[in-house]
């Protein structure tokens, strides 16, 4: 694969650790996509962590194009910066209404997602002395133990009038187990989702994360909430991944150097040569999100770059601004000091990086760091 049409100065790429592309038309095209499997219901946005870490500046115009109306951030400084770009949509804050916030939501009209009886009363007893029903969503929990009302809690509220200050948006629990296929605990929360459902004032209702959307139907209700899969990441364990690669990662190459057989790469010494070896020592490391576990040692292949689709492997651990990668097989006119490599895309994916290193793409996509310069590739304003 080749990089996306996106330019870069040598100057302005020997400043940064290298670029983090964010391929808009992809992004919209997946955000389609789930729209699509979801109708009749509405597909929303999860834009929290800066939109995955790939920039809400880019990814929420592209996404309103794609017809988007409603976002889901995290917390309230989110939820403003995506109000500001969309300022006819929905916002909705996950994260909950910390005490004597409510005024602060109502005016940069955000909806918090209401999840225990505290902040019930809070948003209730705000609109009471505004007399405005102001929306908001309640959030029941279904058996993650996160945030979210128990099915008790429902019950006592349903008869406490608290609920009649405001408007119920929308009514929503979050499924903690539905990227594995084979776990009855989705169908489960989906069962205690109803049960809630009917103890609370009759709303609009939303159940499903990325994987619950691509799944079944039976998950969608009135309005899907996918984050990862809009950004291209794996969402369902073990089946196929059908959407399209949203970020590449790039980094540059600092240095070539010709190193001997037996001679070790890298700090602790943990991988030695098997051969005589070119390295390419490339401008990122841990501190830019490339975790340091995706690094080789004699025991373990670490991970690899790209150099025009061919795989470039890293050895020796990853430094804190920098990793090596053997480039001996690639040829001579591929390699040269300011190219750039892909350390993350189509062939190397957030899932892939994820996989070496015993975590998931959610965290791969949302740590890489600001010494990658972000560029947006195709969307709605080129
Ligand atoms: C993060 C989040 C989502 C999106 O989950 P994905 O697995 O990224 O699709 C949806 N709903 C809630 C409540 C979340 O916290």
């Known amino acids: 694969m080749s990089l996306p049409p996106t330019r870069v100065s040598p100057e302005e790429l020997s400043a940064h650790a290298g670029r983090l592309i964010v391929d808009l038309d992809a992004l919209a095209e997946n955000y389609r996509a789930l729209a699509a499997r979801a109708g009749p219901a509405e597909a929303a946005a999860v834009v929290k962590a800066d939109a995955y870490g790939t920039g809400v500046e880019g990814a929420v115009p592209a996404l ?77 929990d279904t058996g993650m133990n996160r945030l979210g009302l128990s099915l008790e809690q429902c019950r006592a509220l349903s008869g406490s009038g608290a609920l009649d200050q405001f408007e ?58 996918p984050g990862i899969a809009l950004y291209g990441g794996a969402a369902v364990n073990g089946a196929q991944n059908p959407m399209r690669n949203v970020v590449t990662v790039t980094a540059r190459i600092v240095q070539l150097r010709d190193a001997k057989a037996g001679e070790a790469v890298g700090y602790g010494a943990v991988q030695h040569l098997r051969r005589d070896s070119r390295l390419a020592i490339l401008s990122a490391g841990y501190a830019d999100g490339y975790v340091r576990l995706a690094g080789g040692s004699d025991a373990r292949a670490g991970g690899s770059a790209f150099i025009d689709g061919t795989p470039a492997p890293l050895v020796g651990r990853v430094s804190m601004d920098l990793v090596a990668v053997d480039v001996t097989d690639l040829p001579e006119d591929a390699v040269a000091p300011g190219r750039e490599v892909v350390l993350i895309g189509e062939e190397f994916t957030v899932d892939d990086v994820a996989r070496l290193c015993g975590t998931i793409g959610y965290e791969i996509l949302t740590r890489l760091g600001p010494r990658f310069l972000r560029q947006y590739a195709g969307g709605p304003a080129t």
């Open 168 to 225: 119920i948006a929308l009514v929503m629990t979050h499924p903690a187990c539905a990227d594995d296929l084979s776990d009855p605990a989705t169908e489960a929360q989906r069962r205690r989702f109803d049960e809630a459902r009917a103890l609370l004032p009759a709303a609009p209702a939303s159940f499903a994360n990325s994987a619950a959307t691509l799944r079944d139907a039976a998950f969608h209700y009135d309005l899907v909430r």
């Open 64 to 140: 309103s194009a794609a017809g988007c109306r409603t976002f889901f951030t995290a917390i309230l400084a989110e939820a403003r910066r995506v109000k500001a770009l969309a300022p006819d949509a929905t916002v909705y804050a996950l994260g909950g209404l910390a005490p004597g916030c409510a005024g602060a939501f109502a005016e940069a009209r955000v909806r918090p997602v209401l999840g225990s009886p505290p902040e019930i009363e809070e948003w209730a007893e705000f609109c009471r002395s505004h007399g405005k029903p102001l929306a908001a969503a309640l959030h029941a």
